[in-house]
């Protein structure tokens, strides 16, 4: 039992790696186009569901691991870079492209900190805010991936993620700034 956040965590990656598939068949023109993309949001969704329970049930079943440590954010960051480059795969165009581009380059710089940091003697650790940022990432592109949504809607939800990731990464150099000038 001790090992299911793992496993959660473990389903999330290979449910994006599924999506993605299905996303890139989608743009490349495969029949059954429409199922392809109903797959695709549901894998995301099923796959952005386990990003709260993997955590949660670590806490609850006291199975925190160094694995789960490692696996959860890198899952997480999977999940948001597959669905950004499958729906510009599938054409999801301009409305996507900038606020897309602005969220990977946080995940990347704030893994880059993360990283220098860890190699410091500094943790970064999670802030409520950040798990937000995740939530807010998930819910717009899951917004682009269900089909009959207003564009509208779309880039509103997009742009709130895109602006809440650049607050949290802003934050994040921040605290590695202070960070490694007093190491």
Known sequence: MKS????????????????????LAVGGGAEGAKGLRTFA?????????????????ARKLDAVSLWGTILDPIGDKILVCGA??????????PDLAWPAGLILFREFTVSALREVGAARGLKLPVTQL????????????????????????HK??????????LITGAQYMVQTHRGLKDA
Do not use: C, E, H
């Not at 950040?130 to 089909?147: D, F, R, S």
């Open 84 to 93: 950004v480059v499958g729906l510009l795969a599938v054409g999801a165009g």
């Open 4 to 23: 299911l956040p793992n496993i959660l965590s473990v389903g999330r990656i290979l449910l994006t790696l599924l999506m993605f598939a299905a996303l």
């Open 41 to 57: 949001f549901w894998a995301f969704v099923i796959a952005a569901v386990t990003d709260f329970f993997d955590g949660w049930l």
């Open 130 to 153: 950040a798990k937000w940022k995740t939530t807010l990432q998930l819910v717009a592109l899951g917004a682009y991936l269900l089909p009959g949504l207003p564009p509208t809607l």
């Open 156 to 165: 509103i939800l997009i742009w709130v993620a895109a602006a809440v990731t």
